[in-house]
């Protein structure tokens, strides 16, 4: 029956018809009542906190570039504490892993005094990013900017506390800090081959991390791939360099010193750079759990 078939039936005195919705299945209903999500215990995630000082926010916006990744890791296996851009909280509490982006003003001495807080409440502090390894562009900072006119020496943290991992970059590739969060995961809470892995796969970061800061630079790459016979012409480091210090000619990387700002971006992203050659042969294995991890 139409529209007008119904108009013109209650015009005469008939009232239309309502349609007769589907009777619902009694044991369908009792499945939509009885079923319900499976909440993983926060008993089981690692606590997570970020400490910002002194950068660009570009590190935040990497994090963020992780997407669905982002909150599978929030969902199932971290417990974000506190954090200036994703959390009410934003005192610093006390947690197993401190990411830690930006280089500590010293002139600032709340920041030198959060940074100092965040090693105290924190088991593993990781630097995120060149200005938190390497203290990158905010070295060349004089001061006598018109919003800060006392910020003019600039440190990594580092330089300040005892840090535990890097992950270099300027900014670092958002799988980067994927891969780090899910292997901190399963080094604190996986299984002995899990742990393994993890172990693998962290100990060249680990390695940076307890080296002079300005380690990683443009010279890195010239002295343990280009001169080792190493280099393979990929130019993943010259597109890593924020300054343009490295260029590709002739399909090998040319260097300008004199515009490297230390950042280790460049090292970082080198296919042959800090990694090992024992983490290479466990890769597959690696990015299996990695990949496992995010289902």
């Known amino acids: ?30 499945k939509m009542e009885t079923t319900k999500k499976e ?35 929030l969902d199932k296996y971290v417990d974000l504490k506190y954090m200036p851009t ?16 930006g280089s500590v003003c010293i002139n600032d001495k709340l920041a030198v005094e959060e940074i100092k807080e965040t090693r105290e409440k924190s088991t593993i502090v990781v630097a995120l990013g060149a200005c938190a390894c390497y ?19 600039f440190l990594p943290i580092n330089e300040l506390i005892k840090v535990d991992v890097f992950i270099p970059g300027c900014a670092p590739t958002p799988q980067l800090i994927r891969n780090v969060a899910v292997m901190a995961y399963l080094l ?17 970061l680990m390695n940076m991390a307890s080296g002079c800061s300005n380690h990683a630079c443009a010279c890195d790459i010239l ?19 924020p300054t343009r210090a490295i260029t590709m000619e002739y399909g090998k990387p040319q260097l300008e ?36 991890a995010l289902q």
Request: aromatic residues 6%; glycine residues 10%.
């Open 39 to 73: 909440v993983k215990p926060v008993a089981d995630k690692i606590t997570l906190g970020y400490t910002h000082v002194s950068g660009c926010t570009g590190c935040t916006v990497a994090l963020a570039d992780n997407y669905a990744g982002l909150l599978t890791l």
């Open 86 to 101: 994703l959390a009410d909280a934003r005192h610093i509490q006390k947690v197993d892993v401190s990411f830690v982006e």
């Open 223 to 241: 002295t343990q791939v280009i001169n080792q016979g190493l280099c393979m012409g990929c130019g993943s480091c010259s597109a890593a360099c």
């Open 135 to 153: 203290g990158n562009i905010t070295r060349f900072c004089r001061g006598g900017q018109q919003n800060q006119p006392g910020h003019e020496a």
């Open 257 to 292: 010193r004199d515009m490297c700002i230390k950042c280790g971006a460049c090292v970082s992203q080198c296919p042959r750079g800090f990694f090992s050659h024992e983490l290479t042969e466990s890769y597959e294995a690696i990015n299996e759990a990695i990949m496992a």
């Open 1 to 30: 029956m139409g529209l007008l078939d119904s108009v013109f039936k209650k015009s005469a005195g008939e009232a239309p018809q309502k349609p007769v919705a589907a009777a619902k299945p009694a044991d369908a209903a009792q």
């Open 188 to 204: 604190l809470k996986g299984t002995k081959e899990q742990k393994d892995l993890a172990t693998k796969y962290l100990t060249p």
